[in-house]
């Protein structure tokens, strides 16, 4: 099968991008160094290319209703223009996927959910809705680029296009805004934990917003940056990769998301039962972090031992930290040897370099914090370029 090609591929390729094939698409790997390119979006602002994620409408007067069922988070809590990672589990309490649900109206989410999914996405929660009744899906990933922009200066870096109070922003909210002629949905999110943005374009208009945020984006440093740096970068924050830390076999008790499972919402969803008999016959492994403290670059699936060789888990993302300048890795172990400050091993091709059990995520997050109620007056720029809704979504 062909790969796929986002609107961005002509330019990837025009500025001398290194092209792969990712979840189906022609995607660029890197521009130049991927280490260079990790410490660009840390110090600076960075360009992703992510309009290979899927976007899936969800619409109708149980709306609310439905999505509680199917995902392991509560959307009643979402306020319209506020943000929720969940995840969708199979019966068995297994993660079909992790995704981002968006409340655009009081019976309409929009949800992001990952590249390789998102055919399979929409065909699992299109026969879910069949059966519940009372909503609509529809699977709108081709009407959507998408754009990130992450990185310190990322704010100051859309500035020119967009007139929006940023400092009044927080983080996992968006608003409709115009991007000077064109009207896009805008979040603050990412998948960097850098200050960033995320915006999604009419299909159409991608390359256009993407070019003129090169081409007038340097008094805020931008670079376009490929997906090896957001992997790593990911990596630093801990944040799971579907496929390699998170699997349709392994329930969200097991990698660490226990935090988006409400296991007490009304109404239950669905892999509820598994994951309470999995609570009560006890959690067989832990996600961890693991810092190497001697050189070494620990890979997915390398196994994780005590120090005398007993293998007690797995490494499921691994890298060299260009931040930290040391092996990294996301692991799952058995849960006695989780606690933080734990001394284990990393079996590298027969090698057990020694790895200490860190907390928390290796290099400190810098997400927008959230901020204090606005004030009473509302800067002008507020309503005077907010739209109702994206021409995406209409």
């Not at 600076?44 to 619409?59: N, P, T």
């Not at 959307?75 to 992790?98: C, F, H, K, V, W």
């Not at 007690?312 to 990294?328: F, K, M, R, W, Y």
Request: proline share 6%; with cysteine; charged share 25%.
């Amino acid at each position: 099968m062909t790969a796929k090609k986002t609107p961005l591929l002509d330019l990837h390729k025009a500025a001398g991008a290194k092209m792969v094939e990712f979840a189906g698409w022609q995607m660029p790997i890197q521009y130049a160094s991927i280490i260079e390119e990790t410490h660009h979006v840390r110090d600076k602002c960075g360009l992703f290319d992510v309009s290979h994620m899927g976007e899936i409408d969800i619409q109708g007067p149980r709306a609310v209703e439905f999505l509680s069922w199917v995902t392991t988070n509560d959307p009643t809590m979402l306020d319209e223009g506020e943000i929720q990672y969940s995840a969708m589990l199979n019966e068995r309490g297994g993660i079909i996927d992790d995704l981002l649900v968006y409340r655009i109206g009081d019976h309409r989410f929009l949800l992001c959910v990952n590249a390789g999914n998102q055919q399979k996405d929409a065909d699992w929660l299109t026969g879910q809705a069949a059966l519940f009744g009372g909503v609509e899906v529809e699977d709108r990933s081709r009407e959507y680029g998408m754009i990130s922009v992450q990185g310190p200066l990322s704010a100051q870096a859309l500035r020119p296009f967009v007139r929006t109070d940023f400092s009044r922003m927080d983080y996992y909210t968006f608003r409709h805004v115009m991007f000077e002629e064109t009207n896009v949905l805008l979040s603050r999110t990412g998948y960097t934990g850098e200050d960033g943005f995320e915006l999604f374009v009419p299909w159409r208009d991608t390359a256009s917003v993407w070019d003129r945020i090169v081409k007038k984006g340097k008094g805020a440093q931008v670079k376009p940056i490929g997906l090896g740096a957001r992997d790593l970068l990911r990596l630093e924050m801990r944040y799971p990769l579907h496929g390699n830390d998170i699997t349709a076999e392994r329930t969200p008790l097991e990698c660490g998301l226990g935090w988006i499972v409400k296991m007490d919402k009304p109404g239950g969803f669905i892999g509820k039962e598994a994951l309470v008999a999995q609570k009560a016959a006890g959690i067989p492994t832990r996600a961890v972090g693991l810092k190497l403290l001697e050189r070494g670059v620990p890979r997915s699936h390398y196994p994780v031992t005590t120090p005398d060789g007993t293998v007690i888990g797995e490494v499921t993302s691994g890298a060299h930290s260009p931040t930290l300048d040391c092996g990294i890795a996301m692991a799952l172990v058995a849960p006695m040897h989780a606690e933080p400050g734990t001394i284990l091993a990393v079996d590298i091709r027969g090698k057990l370099l020694p790895a200490e059990v860190v907390k928390g995520s290796f290099v400190p997050s810098r997400v927008k914090k959230k901020t204090e109620p606005a004030p009473a007056a509302a800067p002008e720029t507020e309503s005077a370029t907010e739209t109702s809704e994206p021409e995406a979504l209409a």
